[in-house]
């Protein structure tokens, strides 16, 4: 933890993005399972992330 905690203090804090997968993206199943990500809308995220252009991510 120590460690983790030196290394933080290197970041630059206007470098850091934020990802999030909101309500917008998840679709209800059926039981037992109760919801899940639209697969389409996660590969855009992780496109996102990746540095993968948005289209070729989201499979268009």
Excluded: C, H
Excluded at 30 to 47: M, S, Y
Aim: no cysteine; aromatic share 6%; net charge negative.
């Amino acid at each position: 933890m120590i460690e983790v905690a030196n290394w933080a203090r290197s970041v630059d804090i206007d470098n850091v993005e934020r990802y999030a997968i909101d309500s917008s993206v998840v679709v209800e199943l059926r039981d037992p399972a109760t919801f899940a990500v639209e697969p389409k809308e996660l590969k855009k995220i992780v496109g996102q992330f990746t540095g993968d252009a948005t289209s070729k991510a989201g499979g268009e």
